[in-house]
């Protein structure tokens, strides 16, 4: 005869809310980043984010180099400078600066992702943070975070797509015409892949 148990576990798992995360800053960046510019970054993150975690998924799997192999290098990914972190791609390639700027305040001070070896040259005279000579690498240990940011992506997405059918019905008032919207948006989404 076989009994029902119930499985319990009594440690505290991961509560809180990515949705908060991506869309709004931590206290530190309120005073580096502007909440325009953070919103910008914001849509940028969400055409190209899902990449983005693909690529830290890629570059975690690498061994380092031997000339850079250091002590802790088992649990982070390989050392790259911020624009190598980032996939080729036509969209990728029009918003290279803007997803740098991405990689190092979201994906870097935000989210904890990457790491940097060294410090980045602040030029407070010409208002610049040059990180040409640092190298980042992602923390391995953190790449649960992975799924619930793809989660707030989809979101994004689905809103976005059930946004503009819903104009587009109203508009128009023909469903065609909205399920037209839906699958142009979503080819969209698609093409910005590539």
């Not at 980043?33 to 690529?55: H, N, R, Y």
């Not at 002590?71 to 790259?80: F, M, P, T, W």
């Not at 640092?134 to 923390?139: G, H, K, S, W």
């Amino acid at each position: 005869m076989s009994k029902n148990y119930r499985v319990i576990d009594s440690q505290n798992g991961i509560v809180g809310s990515y949705l908060k995360m991506v869309c709004y800053r931590n206290s530190d960046l309120m005073g580096q980043v502007t909440a325009l510019k953070w919103f910008a970054m914001t849509i940028v993150e969400m055409v190209v984010g899902t990449e983005l975690l693909e690529s830290f998924v890629i570059t975690g799997s690498v061994i380092p180099y031997y000339t850079i192999v250091k002590d802790d290098s088992a649990n982070y990914g390989s050392e790259l400078h911020l624009s190598l972190h980032i996939p080729e791609g036509v969209i990728t390639n029009i918003l290279r600066n803007q997803i740098i700027e991405l990689l190092y305040y979201k994906y870097s001070l935000q989210y904890l992702i990457l790491s940097p070896v060294g410090k980045p040259y602040v030029n407070n005279e010409k208002n610049t943070i040059d990180c040409s000579r640092t190298r980042f690498r992602a923390r391995k240990d953190i790449f649960y975070q992975f799924i619930a940011l793809r989660r707030v992506y989809d979101l994004f997405w689905l809103v976005f797509n059930v946004t503009v059918d819903l104009i587009v019905f109203f508009v128009t008032t023909d469903i065609k015409f909205a399920l037209l919207s839906a699958l142009f948006v979503e080819a969209i989404r698609r093409l910005l892949r590539v």
